[in-house]
């Protein structure tokens, strides 16, 4: 299975600072037959499922503000927060879909706080 | 707008059974491909089973291999997941999630979750 790991496990930013979040997989999660990343970011509220913010690694779904953004390739990933506002606090979960069932896996989270 | 309705969680004990259902609105239920995850408490994210559009092919992750079936009914655009032999480890909010792009694997949408504890 392929192993997802965010860094760090928690993160306190001040508001309107840059927050960036890591997630290193086990093995590259670059498709060759379409050059995509086959990586997701979520976001999590307390007592609220997931929320969609990142998919192929860079691609913003639609109604998610533009201060968030995805990089990355291969094994490394980042999500990054421009400018931190107070609703942002939540945990944030990186997803691999490279690998397909049976095998999807999550990073373990990422909390994020105001400092 | 898109749907996804959880319900059928609750206490039961060690070794009981429960079925969950998470009944689908909103978008082209036969078309698209659905899973359930758990989120055990102040855990992270686990991916539990897979079921196809059309039903024919399922898969599960080697923890509830055995012990859960998937299944789904087009005519009423619902979803389930027999549970048996429940362990206390399987105590967790257990959410269906509707993949993006059929034949490809993350979530766009996601049930609030049912709350499954398992427990004497």
């Known amino acids: 299975d392929i192993v997802m790991t965010q860094s760090p496990d928690s993160l306190a930013v001040s508001l309107g600072e840059r927050a960036t979040i890591n997630c290193k997989s086990s093995q590259s999660v670059l498709h060759s037959s379409n050059n995509k990343n086959y990586l997701a970011w979520y976001q999590q509220k307390p007592g609220q499922p997931p929320k969609l913010l990142i998919y192929?690694?860079?691609t913003r779904e639609s109604g998610v503000p533009d201060r968030f953004s995805g990089s990355g390739s291969g094994t490394d990933f980042t999500l990054t927060i421009s400018s931190l506002q107070a609703e942002d606090v939540a945990v944030y979960y990186c997803?691999?879909?490279?690998?397909?069932?049976?095998?999807?896996?999550f990073g373990q989270g990422t909390r994020l706080e105001i400092k | 707008e898109v749907q996804l309705v959880e319900s059928g969680g609750g206490l039961v004990q060690p070794g009981g059974s429960l079925r969950l259902s998470c009944v689908a609105s909103?978008?082209?239920?036969?078309?698209?491909?659905i899973n359930w995850v758990r989120q055990a408490p102040g855990k992270g994210l686990e991916w539990l089973s897979y079921?196809?559009?059309?039903?024919?092919?399922?898969y599960y992750s080697d923890s509830v291999k055995g012990r859960f079936t998937i299944s789904r009914d087009i005519a009423k655009n619902s979803l389930y997941l027999q549970m048996n032999s429940l362990r206390a480890e399987d105590t967790a909010v257990y959410y269906c999630?509707?993949?993006?792009?059929?034949?490809?694997?993350?979530?766009?949408?996601w049930g609030q979750g049912t709350l499954v504890t398992v427990s004497s």
């Open positions: 192929w690694a860079s």
């Open positions: 909103g978008f082209t239920f036969r078309s698209y491909e």
């Open positions: 999630a509707k993949v993006a792009v059929p034949g490809f694997y993350y979530f766009d949408y």
């Open positions: 079921i196809s559009s059309s039903g024919s092919t399922i």
């Open positions: 997803q691999q879909y490279y690998s397909t069932p049976p095998t999807l896996t």
